[in-house]
């Protein structure tokens, strides 16, 4: 649930909103679906006076009736593991808010006028609607509630949804993992979930995002199309302003013009300092998005919704953005701290199949460097692809992350994975240490993925820096050589290089190599720093790898030294 380490807790899950817009339905459902206990404020307060709502706004008077919902309110909120639904009008005073949220989460569903009139039309158990002009007293009252329903952050449109897809959107909030990071000066969360991507309004709204602003949802030409039209319709759901920005899709739009591209975008949609940047897309995206929202301005709020599963692991955490140059990758850039991160893998759903093993990459390096249990279920999963005995699964919003046609990688295994670098940059946030041993493959890497005009991924180009990494560490008598062969092994189960060679097959250069290393930001003087596995679990850094090792070790994956090579 929101605000807890993962989705056991048993805070309760309020469920409150306007008459006719299905809180007791949903509720019910939800609590059975959760096992809970299930709460109907309206019917308990009838129970504890012995008679219908009705009757006591006729004979006690709506302020009787009040003073019984605010001692519900307090009573419930000492209990756990409810699901309630509360009255259309309970959580109209701040301080009833205040006291239901202390203990829980809060979800406000809402519906548009003409679907609550059709929804309350033969229902007479509401006094509040006993006079003749239904439709202009419910505008009047949804007038008098929205400051109070706006002040919440969760919310879920129930016009034209059925029950059940109503219970899926709160399900989602219930299910979802919410992993906190620290950094210098402040805070923010990462939340993971099936379905999470209909409520990135809600998300921001809970990180303290006032309601009006001007959110400028960057996302680029492939993304889009996909997931913008949601992205949008849940931030206006949540009393945002959000505007659509473009850019191109690909590492070779990772430049200054892309960025000042969308200062043009911000400037014409009237962004100011008020206002928030949001990426929509990969860790390119994340990364122009975030150095746009970290220079625009001196300095916009950003937030992430990361779509690939390398951006999930990796890209998204920590703050680091940035742009390439023609000498290298991410030459300029800045650390911007997102306000929050929200991670919803069924976007996975529709990504190359390429993309989903380039994101495996980064996801098996984190168990390297400090995940032996994550590391040890990704070979026997790996183990199982290769040999054709895994199976396809479907995606259930409440369990496989990514599609299932793809592989095998479930949302507790991204939070594994989101662990092990939550860690490592709260130790040391601006990479003047530790944070380093999160470069594991990219020394390597990021050469082989320049060299290759970037048409090898990412994740692929890491895959084969981390062999690398490996057989150097061997080769210095710091490492066993059993560890290689697991490395390798569970690399190449997942369909990723473990050869020095492009996409098209043809070897690199091992020289070309060593130079295009030469540009490398982790470089020291003229030293370059190696992240070496010492066991799985265990990482070290280095600068005293000398050059021939390098380039033998090079040669033994493949690459060579004929002037023909890429």
Known sequence: MPGQENSS???NLIITGFMGTGKSVVAREVARRLDRPFVDMDAEIEARAGKPIPSIFAEDGEPAFRAMEAAMCRTLSEQDGLVIATGGGTLIKPENRAQMAEGGTIICLHAAVDEILRRVHDDQGRPL?????????????????????????????????????????????????????????GSYDIRLGAGLLDHVGGALRAASVPAGTRVALVSNDVVAPLYAARAEESLSTAALCPFTCIIPDGEQHKTLSTVASLYDQFLAAGLDRSGLVLSLGGGVTGDIAGFAAASFMRGVPFAQVP?????????????????????????VGAFKQPVVVVIDPLVLSTLEEAEIRSGMAEVIKHGVIGAPGLFTDLERAGEALASGAGQPRTA??????????????????IAQALRVKIRIVEEDPYEHGRRATLNLGHTVGH???????????????????????????????????????????????????????APDGA????????????????????????????????????EDVPR???????????ATSASSSP
């Open 507 to 542: 070897p690199f250069q091992a020289h070309r190599i060593w130079q295009a290393m030469a540009h490398d930001k982790k470089r020291r003087g003229d030293a370059l720093r190696w992240i070496l596995p010492l066991a799985v679990g265990e990482v070290t850094i280095s």
């Open 129 to 185: 609607l006993d006079v003749a002009d239904r439709r202009g007293e419910i505008e009047c009252l949804l007038a008098d509630r929205r400051p109070a329903y706006t002040a919440l952050p969760w919310h879920v449109d129930t016009s034209g949804l059925s029950v059940g897809e109503v219970v899926e959107r709160v399900m989602a909030l219930a299910r979802a993992h919410t992993l906190p990071v620290r950094y210098p000066g």
């Open 548 to 558: 021939q090792l390098v380039l033998s070790v090079l040669r033994e994956m493949g």
């Open 307 to 331: 779509t690939t599963l390398l951006s999930m692991v990796d890209a998204s955490v920590g703050g680091k953005t940035g742009v390439d140059l023609p000498q290298g990758k991410n030459l």
């Open 9 to 11: 807790d048993r805070h």
């Open 396 to 413: 259930p919003p409440s369990g496989l992350a990514a599609s299932a046609a793809h592989t095998s990688i479930t949302t507790p295994q």
């Open 447 to 501: 050469a082989v993925e320049t060299l290759s005009g970037f048409e090898l991924r990412h994740g692929e180009a890491v895959s084969i820096g981390m062999v690398a990494a490996a057989r150097i560490a061997a080769s210095l008598g710091r490492a066993e050589s059993h560890l290689v062969e697991r490395i390798e092994a569970v690399l190449a189960a997942w369909g990723l290089p473990v050869r020095c060679t």
